[in-house]
Every structure is written in structure tokens, then in C-alpha cells.
């Protein structure tokens, strides 16, 4: 089983929507979480960090379920331009590094 | 700006060849991380390293090996690169070990013949 899990897409949606990606990890222990975005041919970006009160980041919000131990990220009125990979990402406190989910891809069409 | 720069974009070698892949970056940080990127499997971690002559394996060490002499310079070895090792290899560092946020190099694409 992966550590961490995501559905890798495509999420083809049109402009405006509101689209919800989700992730599961399965170690319990993990205490920090982050969605990181990667466009095309382009290196992953810290898109936000998650905790487990919620929090939104204009169009974004990001929700933690430490009990069922998954991740959501909420984008409302979708633009072209968050068209890209969404990565849920886990930081290993046991060796102090990100583990990245495989990403879901999300196209925005116009 | 955080700045973390890899050697090179594309590399083509050949099997067998000894690789060598560099990443440095410009803000101090401790930690440095190596991770190569494939279809479907998303970002492996392979080594990584907290400190100056420090490392510690990741998820897939297995025929890579690195080196940190210098603070700032985190270098990933191919001891005799395979094709299986064809991928993107991305460099990242960050500030402290909560490692509250990870900045990347822009990758490079080895593909090895």
C-alpha cells in the first residue's frame, strides 16, 4: 500500500466550477500536511499546508481528517489557469521528510 | 528568492557510466533532499541530508550514493547508471527539520542508453 494515495485524474472541468481532490495516507504519526502544485514540465510549488482547524487560501481550501486520516483540497470557481498537478504531501516524522502522493491532474477547460 | 539550482536540464549517458547530478541552493538551509519523479509513480525520495557530511537513505537508494561537503551542495552519484535509472531527478532543500516547506531545482531529465 502506498503511504500516500491519491486518483490521479484527469479532472477535466469547465471554468467556474468547483472541483474537490482528496488523498489518504497511511501513516498515522504523520503530523504535517501540504498540497504542493507542479505544472507542467516544472518543478512542485507549495500550494498550502493543511491543518486540522481547515484553511482557505482565497478560491482554495484545504481540509484534515486525522481520524479517517485523509486530505481534501476544495477549488471553487475554477480558472485555466489551475490547470496543473495537484500533489498531497506528508511529512515522515520519524525521518523528517516529504512523501509526495503521484498527483492528480486537474484541466480546467474554457 | 530561495534559488536552488541543478546542474543540468537534460543529460544522456550510457549504461554504465558514472553520473553525476548537482544541486545547489543559496538560503542556508539544512536540509537537502533528492528525488526522482516517473509516471504514475509520483516523487520517490532517495536521499537526503540534514546536515554537512550527513545523509540518510530514502524510499530507493539502491544503486545512487550522495555526497554533502559543503552546506550549500548536495550532490546525487550514479555509480553505473542503468537504464532503469532514466527519470527525472529533482533537488529540494528547506529551512528546518519541520521542513515546513520544500523549494525544488527544476529537475533534470537523465536518460541513460
Known amino acids: 500500500r502506498k503511504e500516500v494515495e491519491q486518483d490521479p485524474g484527469p479532472f477535466n472541468v469547465p471554468e467556474g466550477a468547483t472541483v474537490a481532490f482528496n488523498c489518504t495516507y497511511s501513516?498515522?504519526?504523520?503530523?504535517?500536511f501540504f498540497w504542493y502544485r507542479q505544472d507542467c514540465r516544472k518543478e512542485p510549488k507549495l500550494l498550502m499546508s493543511?491543518?486540522?482547524s481547515g484553511n482557505e487560501d482565497g478560491r482554495f481550501t484545504a481540509q484534515l481528517n486525522r481520524a479517517s486520516q485523509y486530505i481534501s483540497l476544495l477549488i471553487r470557481d475554477s480558472k485555466l489557469s489551475d490547470s496543473a498537478t495537484y500533489l498531497c504531501?506528508?511529512?515522515?516524522?520519524?525521518?523528517?521528510?516529504?512523501?509526495f502522493g503521484s498527483g492528480t491532474r486537474l484541466q480546467v477547460q474554457p | 528568492d530561495v534559488k536552488v539550482t541543478q546542474s543540468s536540464r537534460y543529460l544522456v549517458k550510457r549504461t554504465g557510466e558514472k553520473v553525476f547530478l548537482e544541486c545547489v541552493q543559496d538560503m542556508d538551509h539544512e536540509n537537502m533532499f533528492w528525488y526522482r519523479q516517473d509516471p504514475g509513480l509520483g516523487l520517490r525520495l532517495i536521499y537526503f541530508s540534514y546536515d554537512v557530511k550527513m545523509k540518510e537513505k530514502g524510499d530507493i537508494p539502491e544503486g545512487y550514493s550522495v555526497s554533502r561537503e559543503k552546506k550549500e551542495r548536495f550532490s546525487l552519484i550514479l555509480e553505473s547508471a542503468s537504464t532503469n535509472q532514466t527519470s527525472m531527478y529533482l533537488c529540494a532543500s528547506s529551512l528546518e527539520r519541520g521542513v515546513t516547506e520544500a523549494f525544488f531545482g527544476q529537475g533534470t531529465r537523465l536518460t541513460v542508453v
Open positions: 501513516n498515522s504519526a504523520s503530523q504535517s
Open positions: 504531501v506528508v511529512l515522515d516524522t520519524g525521518r523528517r521528510a516529504l512523501t
Open positions: 493543511v491543518y486540522s
